[in-house]
């Protein structure tokens, strides 16, 4: 399995971006799928999670109501919709894959995750 992520950017306070990560892999619609950040000098921290079929999700606390984070699983590809963009949410951000779709109890952990992709960079000014 192989991830592409992109969309990063600069933007400023308030504004919004799309992540897409775009996953190689016949069996994506099987994949459960997550994105975390790392910001520099920080720990990698989990950011959302979607389930194989898309029916459930799940956010950490600081981007619920700002991010969304959704799968076409047509196009093998999840996307992280970020609004309302603040400077704590600069970082690095990596979208991560479970192919065997049966982690999803472990979802907020990165051994939840067997495949990531190279990370892209957000940053917000203030």
């Known amino acids: 399995v192989q991830l592409q992520a992109s969309g990063g950017g600069l933007v400023k306070a308030g504004a919004s971006l799309t992540l897409s990560c775009a996953a190689s892999?016949?069996?994506?619609?099987?994949?459960?799928m997550g994105w975390f950040r790392q910001a520099p000098g920080k720990e990698r921290e989990f950011v959302a999670a979607?389930?194989?079929?898309?029916?459930?999700?799940s956010y950490t606390d600081t981007v619920k109501g700002r991010f969304t984070i959704s799968r076409d699983n047509a196009k093998n590809t999840v996307y992280l919709q970020m609004n309302n963009l603040k400077s704590e949410d600069t970082a690095v951000y990596y979208c991560?894959?479970?192919?065997?779709?049966?982690?999803?109890?472990?979802?907020?952990?990165?051994?939840?995750?067997?495949?990531w992709g190279q990370g892209t960079l957000v940053t917000v000014s203030s």
């Open positions: 892999g016949r069996t994506f619609s099987s994949y459960n």
């Open positions: 991560a894959a479970d192919p065997t779709g049966s982690s999803w109890y472990k979802r907020w952990g990165r051994d939840a995750y067997d495949y």
């Open positions: 979607i389930s194989w079929s898309g029916g459930s999700l």
